[in-house]
Nanobody, 125 residues
């Protein structure tokens, strides 16, 4: 599957943004979709994940309650709605898809087979 992320930008603390990730190719496979982020000088970290059915979601503790992951099967797109943004949310955000772990290792970047290009989110204080 090929992924194309978009929606990043420069916002102020407290603002909202919605990231999108359009999937193409073998989109009928049983993918887990995830969002990861990488701030300058830091490791890539898990943000959120959603199962192919859309029934199960997981969030990093740092974003739980502020971010929401969702998917639109008709559009082959999944989203990351980010509310109450903080300066520490500043990072390049990547969408990814994996088929290997069955949602067991949704938080591990190495399990993801496909990655979209990053989209930069900058939150000013």
């Amino acid at each position: 599957v090929q992924l194309q992320a978009s929606g990043g930008g420069l916002v102020q603390a407290g603002d909202s943004l919605r990231l999108s990730c359009v999937a193409s190719g073998r989109t009928n496979s049983n993918y887990v979709m995830g969002w990861f982020r990488q701030a300058p000088g830091k490791e890539r970290e898990f943000v959120a994940a959603i199962t192919f059915s859309g029934r199960d979601t997981r969030y990093a503790p740092s974003v739980k309650g502020r971010f929401t992951i969702s998917k639109d099967d008709a559009e082959n797109t999944f989203y990351l709605q980010m509310n109450s943004l903080k300066p520490e949310d500043t990072a390049v955000y990547h969408c990814a898809a994996e088929t290997r772990s069955g949602f067991s290792y949704y938080y591990v970047p190495d399990y993801y087979d496909s990655w979209g290009q990053g989209t930069l989110v900058t939150v000013s204080s």
